[in-house]
């Protein structure tokens, strides 16, 4: 849905093993440049091991346990192939509680504002997640703060999957 023109200030992006932040991290790069705009690597508060590698400067491998509704992102290992990109590229981290994942799934089944409705799983919905925590958790007022996020940024938070827990989504979502 971006529409050519100016980058995004900050664009979040679910971590994974890493594949897909990567090829993100990589292409905003080649497109607009090392100061084009900020990506931020949204994982489980339990499987942040693309933030512990960063951390750490190499491939660090957790042993769980994963305890998270995020079930695409319950990651111990990032995948070596794009971690130097990661490392590079990548601005910021943000782990995340299942919570705020629920959130931006209600919010993206509601379609506020004149968005479509977007039925999303909890791994899909995690960007969004790491967004609304960003803006609402005081506890990482700092991290908006290191990103410059206010009202009048511009962000893209990735969607990755739509509902893969029928159950978990009607429980969080209030229906089928």
């Not at 509704?69 to 299942?98: K, P």
Request: one cysteine or more; hydrophobic letters at 45%; a negative charge.
């Amino acid at each position: 849905q971006w529409e050519p023109g100016p980058p995004s200030d900050v664009i979040f992006v679910p971590g994974g093993v890493g594949g897909l932040l990567a090829a993100v991290a990589d292409w905003t790069r080649a497109r607009f440049g090392d100061d084009g705009c900020s990506i931020v690597c949204v994982e489980p508060l339990t499987a942040a091991c693309l933030q512990m590698s960063a951390r750490a400067g190499q491939p660090t491998t957790l042993n769980g346990p994963f305890d998270t509704a995020m079930g695409g992102l319950r990651c111990g290992e990032v995948s070596r192939a794009g971690f130097d990109t990661v490392l590079s590229v990548v601005r910021a981290y943000i782990a995340i509680e299942d919570r705020w994942a629920f959130d931006a799934m209600r919010q993206l089944a509601t379609g506020a504002g004149g968005d479509p409705v977007i039925e999303a799983g909890a791994s899909g919905a995690a960007a969004l997640g790491g967004l609304l925590a960003a803006f609402r958790d005081p506890a990482v007022a700092g991290f908006r703060e290191q990103l410059g996020l206010g009202r009048g940024s511009r962000v893209i938070a990735f969607v990755t999957e739509g509902t893969t827990d029928p159950e978990l989504f009607a429980a969080v979502v209030g229906r089928p």
